[in-house]
């Protein structure tokens, strides 16, 4: 009997481990990124499903265009340097700005 006791236990801080994992990963961490990226400038998404394209797919049958969420954050703050977004469990930087652009595509092409 308290051997039982002593392995639903284990079980269940592993569980419970493996819950507050997954919580921390997929959503608290990407959404600190964002809040982080937001405060320099940027315009910010977050997606509390992990895969967000299903979305997205919805939103480009409708208007037709895949990226018509990320053309609406751009046409309602046009002062935007860029675009902040989640993919499960990494946040990405979109940049919209033309000088910021160049300077990614600078920084990318000198690598090669």
């Not at 990226?67 to 675009?83: E, G």
């Amino acid at each position: 009997m308290f051997a039982q006791l002593q392995l639903m236990i284990v079980v269940w801080t592993i569980l419970i481990s493996l819950v507050l994992y997954v919580v921390y990963e997929f959503y608290i961490k990407p959404y600190l990124s964002i809040i982080y990226d937001k405060k320099q400038g940027g315009v910010s998404t977050f997606h509390w499903k992990l895969i967000s394209y299903f979305d997205d797919y919805q939103n480009a049958l409708k208007s037709g265009d895949f990226f018509s969420t990320f053309k609406d954050l751009v046409r309602k703050n046009p002062q935007a340097k860029f675009i902040v977004d989640n993919f499960a469990s990494r946040a990405h930087i979109i940049p919209t700005d033309p000088e910021m652009i160049k300077e990614v595509l600078r920084r990318y092409c000198r690598r090669q």
